[in-house]
C-alpha cells in the first residue's frame, strides 16, 4: 500500500504536470495566434497600397511602363515578398518576383476593379521569424517543463513529509499508549489545524477510555472481593461438615448455611448482570402508563415483615395518584431497593416517610445519615461507607436505583444530614394516563 506522502506527491505531479501542459498549450497557441494576425494585417497595408498605386499608374502608362513601375513600387516592400496581380481578360500580369514561394509563406487575396476589368491580387509574405519564434517557444516549454516539474515534485515530496511529520510523531506516540499505559496522551500540534483538533479529540477518547477501564478494572476488583467471601464460606462450611461424621441436625444447619450464601450469591450475580446489560444497552425495556401509587403499595407489602421485625413504621403520604410511563417490574426493583436502603439505615422504631407528590417519589429515613465525604460515591457500584453500608448489604442497590431512573429518563437526588437520616426523591417525565403509546427505553432491563 502506498504511503500517504507518495500518493501526495504523486498527485501533485500529474495534477503540475497537466497544469503545465495547459498553461504552455495556451500560451503557444495565443503567441501564434497573435503574430500571425500581424502578419495578416501587414498583408492587408501592403494590398491597400498596391491596389492604389496599380489604380493611380494604369490610367496614365501602358501595360510595359506599367510592369517597370509596379516592379520598382515591390521593392520597397520587405525582402521575401510576393506579389501577383492578373487581369480576368489575360491582357495584363504581374509577378514580383518571377517565382513564386513554395513554403512558409502566407497569402492573402483580393479582388479590384479599374475600367470595367477584373483583377486578382495575390499579396504573400514569409512567415519564417514566426515559425522560427514558435519552434523556440516550443522548444523552451518541452524541454524545460519536465525539469521544473522535477524539481516542482521534489519541493512536493519535502513539503509532504514536513506537512505529515505530526502524523508521524502521533503514530510513535500512539504506539507507546496500550492497556498498561492508558495515562500516556498524544501530542498536541501548536497548529491550530484540524489534526490539532483531531489529536484533541483522540486525547478526550483516551482519556474516557482511561475512566471506562479503571472503572471496570475496579468493578471486576469488587465483585471478586463480594464473591470471594460468601465463595470462602460455603468451601469452609462444606469442609468442615465432611472432616467426620456428624448428627443429622449438624448437617442440616451446614446445609442451611451454604443455600444462605447461594442465595446471596444469585442476587449478587443478578444485579451484575442486570447492571451489565443496561451498560451496554443490550435489552429494550417496554413503558406504558403505570400509577406509582400502586406500585408503591406492592412495594410497602412485600417490605411489611422486614419492617415489623425491626418496629419500623412506613407510613405513605399523598391521597392522589401519579401516572408515569415506566415498566413495572424495574420500577418495583427501584423502590424496593431505596426502601430496603432506608429501613436497614434506621433505627429500631423508628420510622421511614413514602411521600408521593405529582411525578416524584420522596422516602425520607431517620436514621444515621451519609457523611459529605461519601454522598458524591453512594451511587457508584460496590460502594459502601462505614457507617451506612455494614449491615449486610455489598452496595449495589443504589447503583441499580439509579440506572432505572435514567432508563425512565428521571432524575434521583439525595439529601442528607448525619445523625439525622437521608432523603431520596425520584422525579419522573409526566405521562397521560390513557396513552396507548408504547415506548422503549434506551437501555436497562
Request: hydrophobic residues 45%; charged residues 25%.
Amino acid at each position: 500500500m502506498k504511503s500517504i506522502r507518495f500518493r501526495l506527491t504523486a498527485w501533485y505531479a500529474i495534477i503540475l504536470t497537466a497544469g503545465f501542459a495547459l498553461f504552455g498549450g495556451l500560451i503557444w497557441l495565443t503567441l501564434r495566434h497573435r503574430l500571425l494576425d500581424e502578419v495578416d494585417e501587414d498583408l492587408e497595408g501592403r494590398a491597400s497600397r498596391f491596389e492604389k498605386y496599380f489604380r493611380a499608374e494604369s490610367l496614365e502608362t501602358s501595360d510595359k511602363q506599367l510592369r517597370d513601375e509596379l516592379g520598382e513600387f515591390c521593392q520597397a516592400f520587405p525582402p521575401k515578398s510576393y506579389i501577383n496581380v492578373r487581369g480576368n481578360s489575360g491582357s495584363f500580369e504581374f509577378h514580383y518576383p518571377s517565382e513564386k514561394p513554395s513554403a512558409n509563406f502566407r497569402t492573402l487575396y483580393r479582388q479590384f476593379t479599374i475600367a470595367n476589368e477584373s483583377f486578382d491580387l495575390e499579396v504573400a509574405a514569409s512567415i519564417g521569424s514566426v515559425q522560427h519564434t514558435l519552434d523556440l517557444l516550443r522548444l523552451l516549454l518541452l524541454g524545460l517543463s519536465p525539469a521544473v516539474i522535477l524539481i516542482a515534485c521534489l519541493g512536493g515530496a519535502w513539503l509532504s513529509a514536513r506537512a505529515l511529520k505530526p502524523v508521524a510523531d502521533l503514530t510513535a506516540a500512539a504506539l507507546t499508549i496500550s492497556i498498561e499505559n492508558l495515562s500516556g496522551r498524544l501530542p498536541v500540534p501548536a497548529t491550530g489545524d484540524e489534526l490539532a483538533r483531531l489529536t484533541e479529540v483522540l486525547n478526550t477518547m483516551l482519556a474516557r477510555l482511561e475512566g471506562a477501564v479503571k472503572t471496570l478494572s475496579q468493578f471486576v476488583a469488587d465483585a471478586s472481593h463480594e464473591f470471594r467471601t460468601p465463595l470462602a464460606v460455603i468451601r469452609t462450611t462444606a469442609e468442615l461438615a465432611l472432616r467426620r461424621a456428624r448428627e443429622p441436625e449438624a448437617y442440616r444447619d451446614s446445609l442451611q448455611q451454604i443455600a444462605s450464601e447461594a442465595e446471596r450469591m444469585t442476587a449478587l450475580v443478578e444485579d451484575l448482570l442486570i447492571l451489565a446489560r443496561s451498560d451496554a444497552g443490550a435489552v429494550d425495556m417496554p413503558l406504558g402508563p403505570l400509577d406509582l401509587r400502586e406500585i408503591l403499595r406492592e412495594v410497602l407489602a412485600e417490605m411489611k415483615s422486614l419492617a415489623e421485625f425491626r418496629q419500623i413504621h412506613i407510613k405513605l403520604l399523598g391521597d392522589r395518584g401519579a401516572v408515569v410511563s415506566g415498566n413495572r417490574p424495574a420500577l418495583h426493583r427501584l423502590f424496593l431497593a431505596l426502601l430496603d436502603n432506608a429501613v436497614k439505615h434506621s433505627p429500631d422504631g423508628g420510622e421511614v416517610i413514602v411521600t408521593l407528590s405529582d411525578h416524584s417519589v420522596k422516602i425520607e429515613d431517620f436514621g444515621s445519615g451519609i457523611g459529605q465525604t461519601d454522598l458524591p460515591h453512594i451511587f457508584k457500584r460496590f460502594y459502601q461507607a462505614d457507617r451506612a453500608r455494614s449491615q449486610g448489604g455489598y452496595g449495589l442497590g443504589l447503583s441499580l436505583a439509579e440506572s432505572i431512573v435514567k432508563a425512565h429518563g428521571g432524575s434521583i437526588d439525595v439529601t442528607s444530614v448525619p445523625g439525622a437520616g437521608s432523603t431520596f426523591e425520584v422525579t419522573f417525565i409526566a405521562r397521560e394516563a390513557n396513552s396507548e403509546k408504547t415506548l422503549l427505553a434506551d437501555k436497562f432491563l
